[in-house]
């Protein structure tokens, strides 16, 4: 089984400024075939269900605010929130599916500084 | 507007059994391009991928629950269900449904139910 690692497990950062969210998958989950990467990323606020904010590791989905990006291939990605807004305070877990069980990061939990 | 519902006992006796359904509105299941998951979340605690149902009917469920996990679809009620036998307080969670397109495989989750409390107590 594939095992997603997040790091910080939390962090705290001012508003406007820059948060950085790293994920680490055990084993690469880029198919050459198609060369995407098999990678999402989620935000969960208090009391709600996960938002689907990333998928193919860099597409936005529709009516997330650029301010989120995605990047990163094979083993490595980031989650790069510029410009922290208040509401962005959340927990963020990224997720494979390149292969079943897909598997969840054990989140980030972004608070303003 | 894609609408899931979920719905279920509340309150598990361990050793029983615990029994959701999630109401699908907006979307036909049956009629193809999505495949149907339940995701649960333990308090305070990350989430979890409990398996998954085609519109063909094939499943996939995690390995660390498989032989105690059944996930049905209804096409008819427009509803798939979760069943998880011989419960213990290791399954209190909450519980969530989401659906996957089926895209180059299928994976991301982009519509959520809001999640139903499950507790397994005496």
């Known amino acids: 089984d594939i095992v997603m690692t997040q790091s910080p497990d939390s962090l705290a950062v001012s508003l406007g400024e820059r948060a950085t969210i790293n994920c680490k998958s055990s084993?690469?989950?880029?198919?050459?075939?198609?060369?995407?990467?098999?990678l999402t990323w989620y935000q969960q606020k208090p009391g709600q269900p996960p938002k689907l904010l990333i998928y193919w590791a860099s597409t936005r989905e529709s009516g997330v605010p650029d301010r989120f990006s995605g990047s990163g291939s094979g083993t490595d990605f980031t989650l790069t929130i510029s410009n922290l807004q208040a509401e962005d305070v959340a927990v963020y877990y990224c997720?494979?599916?390149?292969?079943?069980?897909?598997?969840f990061g054990q989140g980030t939990k972004v608070e303003i500084k | 507007q894609l609408q899931l519902q979920e719905s279920g006992s509340g309150l598990v006796k361990p050793s029983q059994t615990l029994s959701l359904t999630c109401a699908v509105s907006g979307s036909s299941i049956g009629s193809g391009g999505y495949s149907w998951s339940w995701i649960r979340q333990p308090p305070g605690k990350g989430l979890e991928w409990i398996g998954y149902i085609y519109p063909s009917g094939s499943t996939f469920y995690t390995p660390s629950l498989r032989g105690r996990v059944t996930i049905s679809l209804d096409t008819s009620k427009n509803q798939f269900s979760l069943r998880l036998s011989s419960v213990t307080a290791a399954d209190t969670a909450v519980y969530y449904c989401?659906?996957?397109?089926?895209?180059?495989?299928?994976?991301?989750?982009?519509?959520w139910g809001q999640g139903t409390q499950v507790t397994v107590s005496s």
């Open positions: 084993q690469s989950v880029l198919y050459s075939s198609n060369n995407k990467n098999y």
């Open positions: 989401a659906r996957s397109p089926i895209i180059m495989g299928t994976g991301y989750l982009d519509y």
């Open positions: 997720q494979q599916y390149y292969v079943t069980p897909w598997a």
